[in-house]
């Protein structure tokens, strides 16, 4: 990967490894915007105005909930304008995306309407939460269509199961078409 890639997944890393904290401020030294913890589902919202990026990050598998979630895995419906294909997903990872989407969404759209010039990177750590933001990215590009959405994800290789499968082959067509392959970073390394 090049150096670029490499900084920006460090970078996202130290995010992933934030929505941990029962409380941080100030995430990787940048602005909070929202913390949210609803249901099961936790993380946060931050700002940097260095570059230009609303960042929205989901804690990943933490808590015997957290792993009860990620052991729902029958495929359900997923539901969203645009959706052409017969896109399915893990039902406890839509469960825990829908305790918040709708709030992230328009969290979003606020901070969008008040800096149109930042972009939107969706992120989430090991299993549950790069999940999330499997669902999530798309979720806003729907809703915000003009908006550059980038989607980073990880798992280390510590983990057997470093993100249990999102939904299937027509889920992953779709967050390509909507997000974008160019904007779509894995990295199934630990930093």
């Known amino acids: 990967i090049s150096p670029a890639l490499y900084d920006d997944f460090v970078l996202y890393t130290k995010y992933s ?13 940048r602005v ?28 990943g598998t933490f808590s015997l909930k957290d ?14 304008p645009g959706i052409v294909e017969l896109v ?7 469960g825990a995306y829908q305790n918040v989407g709708d709030q992230v969404v ?8 008040e800096y149109p010039k930042f972009r939107v990177v969706v992120t989430g750590s090991h299993s549950l939460g790069g999940a999330i ?21 990880f798992g280390g290789s510590q983990f057997i199961l470093c993100q249990p499968r999102a939904g299937n ?9 909507m997000v974008g392959e160019e904007n779509i970073h894995r ?3 630990s930093f």
């Not at 929202?34 to 936790?42: D, M």
């Not at 399915?88 to 839509?94: C, K, S, T």
């Not at 669902?135 to 809703?143: G, M, T």
């Open 17 to 29: 490894s934030a929505a941990y904290q029962p409380f941080c401020a100030r995430p990787v030294g």
């Open 67 to 80: 792993a009860i979630t990620d052991a729902k895995f029958l495929l359900v419906p997923f539901e969203l």
């Open 187 to 189: 990295d199934a390394f």
């Open 133 to 153: 933001a499997s669902l999530a990215a798309p979720s806003i590009k729907v809703a915000l269509p003009d908006a550059v959405v980038k989607l980073y994800t």
């Open 88 to 94: 399915h997903v893990h039902r406890g990872f839509l």
């Open 169 to 177: 082959a027509e889920l992953a067509r779709y967050v390509e078409r």
């Open 106 to 113: 328009g969290i979003v759209s606020k901070e969008l309407k």
């Open 32 to 59: 909070l915007v929202r913390a949210f913890e609803i249901g099961h589902t936790q993380g946060f919202i931050a700002w940097d105005p260095a570059r230009l990026e609303i960042v929205v990050v989901f804690r």
